[in-house]
């Protein structure tokens, strides 16, 4: 009898320990998962900020420029509908500054913002090309005024349209000048700092030359020696107004998106595991134990390097377990019926995706990062299974751990997690190339292992774990930036194959996941690319920088947006 009531205190105590453990590690998982939806709050918030714009044109009316007044007038509602198309969020303000000479009657007329298309369409509609006596115009004075509208939103975009330069004999070769000396009382120089200085702490300013004639590059070229900041795009043709300003407020909004802090983009955060940790973290302040590595980067080939110079440790390397079916990457059914069910018709369920299996070999790495991404140094590095095969071409590694160390930041999970997502993104491609269109690109996503050294020594120093790939193949584009994990493409590099494999990787999924922040070379008829980001449902798979549902919708919105847009959808 004695026997069976200790029995029954051990049982009830081994139950009692059973629960609180996973009472604990729900509450762990809780707070992992408040601590991610409020940071994903904020990346959203940036966002939206972001694309609060303040457009201001600065539109040449004299009388050459007739046709370029139209096109404004008629392309602003098109401007606005592509700029929603692919952020839907816009709040968009509207300003005009239109300028003539000071020969004219009428220099200046001018519209502070509005966030009203009628009624800059009506001050456009009053507008007409008429005056100017030499060849340049009163371009500075235009400017002045600019520096005068109630700028406030935190996107900021000046477009100047206009076929002459400024006053001002260094800013042309040779023109007829009737102010050679610039214009009277005003340096355009100035005014050019002064808008820059528009933008404030976590904003940004950016001004857009719209190029017609070559009479203006000299005043262009003059502007950046002088430390102007001002990007030039050709409109020859009245027909690409739309296509440049769209281009240019779509930038701006990337660019103050970065301003405030790219989000996601920290891997200073790492995971609750213990209670301890949830006992001891303050998570209304929490952001950051992680210190920033001391590092130089040193430009380098992996054939200047003199391999012989450096020890070789032993490592041991963690790959993926292959990936065999696209149902692996749907989102997990929560109710075991329908998984019974499931089996009985003879479906193949969610397989998990992050198991591994491990091996040792060797390994070099070069003392200094040759590049640095967002949030991870590169290194050339060596890996081979015998000190000989370290020496061959096969060999050759690219190295990449993160830019921090500290408490969690460089555990094994952290690099485990980027592992599967690009072997999630490598299976992808691969199928999307069975499928793609036959006159698209072929896309191959750079397969990644893990590699830690079995020596623990570097671990202080975040040294001790990297990601390794093959490096991006020679002879190809250079490395371009595509596409990020906001919804964002590099409208100067846009490419149907990309659009349609981001797209695809949604669509196949059920919308569970989509690969974004696509990044690479392309070499003849395919994209090399490295270190994808997936966004999922799960916010807690993947890693900090998986933003969730709400910024998969937008990268949906966005990129079926570019497909519209140019006819490829």
Known sequence: ??????????????????????????????????????????????????????????????????????????????????????????????????YRDFCDSTRFEVLDFVTSVDEFESFLSGLRASGGGDTPEDLAGAIQKANTLSWSQPSKVVFIIADAPCHGTEFHSGLDDNHPEGSPGVDIISELRLLHEKAGVQETMSLTFGRITNHTDTMIECFRDYGITLDQVGIEDASKVTKTVTASVRKSIFKTVTAMGKPGASVSFAPLTTVDDLLKKDFHRMSSDASLKEYIITPSHPGSI??????????????????????????????????????????????????????????????????????????HGQLAKTEEELVKKESAMVMKSFKHF??????????????????????????????????????????????????????????????????????????????NNTGYWDGDHLDETLLRFTKYTHDVTGGYIIVTDLQGVQKKDQFYLTDPVILCKDILRFGNTNLGKKFIDKCVESTDGHLRENGWD
């Open 1 to 98: 009898m004695k026997k069976d009531i200790e029995a029954a205190k051990t049982f009830e105590k081994s139950a009692e320990l059973t629960y609180l453990r996973s009472t604990a590690a729900s509450k762990v998982e809780d707070v992992n998962l408040a601590i991610k939806e409020r940071d994903v709050r904020r990346a959203l918030l940036a966002v939206r900020s972001a694309e609060s714009v303040d457009l201001a044109f600065i539109l040449d009316c004299t009388s050459s420029m007739g046709r370029y007044i139209a096109s404004a007038k008629d392309s602003i509602r098109d401007i606005v509908k592509r700029v929603q198309s692919t952020n839907r969020s816009m709040n968009l303000r509207l300003a005009l500054v239109g």
């Open 306 to 379: 003199d391999w012989k110079k450096e020890d070789y440790s032993k490592v041991k390397i963690f790959r993926n377990i292959r990936i065999n079916y696209v149902s692996d990457l749907q989102e997990p059914l929560k109710m075991g019926l329908l998984k019974f069910v499931d089996a009985v018709k003879g479906k193949h369920g969610p397989r998990r995706t992050d198991k591994t299996y491990e091996a040792t070999m060797l390994m070099r790495r070069a003392p200094s990062p040759f590049a640095e991404g967002e949030i991870r140094l590169a290194y």
């Open 406 to 483: 500290g408490a969690g930041v460089n555990d094994r999970d952290q690099y485990l997690k980027q592992m599967e997502v690009s072997a999630i993104a490598h299976f992808l491609a691969n199928q999307y190339n069975s499928s793609k269109p036959a006159h698209c690109k072929k896309v191959h996503v750079l397969p990644v292992l893990v590699i830690e050294e079995e020596d623990e020594k570097n671990e202080h120093t975040g040294n001790r774990r990297f990601c390794a790939e093959a490096p991006l193949p020679s002879g190809g584009t250079e490395f371009i930036k595509y596409s």
